[in-house]
């Protein structure tokens, strides 16, 4: 059961801007930081977002996260036909004293 | 380049023990440690825990403990997580990733490209 929340889907055309929200509580991401994972078809999970708002080398500039209180989004800036994939947030959580992920949200380019 | 290698995937029975193993090459493999994740057919990533390579000690999700167990080769730069008394719902791709711990905050890169543990009578 996971205790992030997300959209389990959303779409756009290429070209457009796509946002992802993730919504947590106040002991995971109202304290902690927030990680962003892309997974593509039948493949792993690949970090894209870390520390809020950081991105790996080799991550297209055209991915940034955000985060306010206790909610995080990751925003597409330019949406690309290889960024259909499924998009997870994750954080540690104090009162669990684990870590948690999102329940996923799949973008679709239409 | 930084890569990890699981082990193939596994067909079970109920009540048994599986051990996935995960090889790590292109960096210290010391100095950082490896987390376990799982995804259940068509569901989210689920966090089972992580283990410092550095010295050994381990961090289990509650749901897990007690029936999990993750260890480190040093010598061959392998990480293992063995989970007993499967069950049907333990029927996972199970994904090693490297630990990264950047002071105020931990993240997961690289993965492993996953290892399907099947559990069935």
């Known amino acids: 059961q996971s205790v992030l929340t997300q959209a389990p889907s959303a779409s756009g055309t290429p070209g457009q801007r796509v946002t992802i929200s993730c919504s947590g509580s106040?002991?995971?991401?109202?304290?902690?930081?927030v990680n962003w994972y892309q997974q593509l078809p039948g493949t792993a999970p690949r970090l894209l977002i870390y520390s809020n708002n950081q991105r790996p080398s080799g991550v297209p500039d055209r991915f940034s996260g955000s985060k306010s209180g206790t909610s995080a989004s990751l925003t597409i800036s330019g949406l690309q036909s290889e960024d259909e994939a499924d998009y997870s947030c994750a954080a540690w959580d104090d009162s669990l004293n684990g870590y948690v992920f999102g329940t996923g949200t799949k973008v679709t380019v239409l | 380049q930084v890569q990890l290698v699981q082990s193939g995937g596994e067909v079970k029975k109920p009540g048994a023990s599986v051990k996935v193993s995960c090889k790590a090459s292109g960096y210290s493999f010391t100095n950082y440690g490896i987390t376990w994740v799982r995804q259940a057919p068509g569901q989210g990533l689920e966090w089972m825990g992580w283990i410092s390579v550095y010295n050994g000690n381990t961090d289990y999700a509650q749901k897990f403990q007690g029936r999990i167990t993750m260890t480190t080769d040093t010598s061959t730069s392998t990480a293992y997580m063995e989970l007993r008394s499967l069950r049907s719902d333990d029927t996972a791709v199970y994904y090693c990733?490297?630990?990264?711990?950047?002071?105020?905050?931990?993240?997961?890169?690289?993965w492993g490209q996953g290892t399907l543990v099947t559990v069935s009578s």
């Open positions: 990733a490297r630990h990264i711990n950047g002071g105020i905050s931990d993240w997961f890169d690289p």
């Open positions: 106040s002991s995971n991401i109202g304290i902690n930081t």
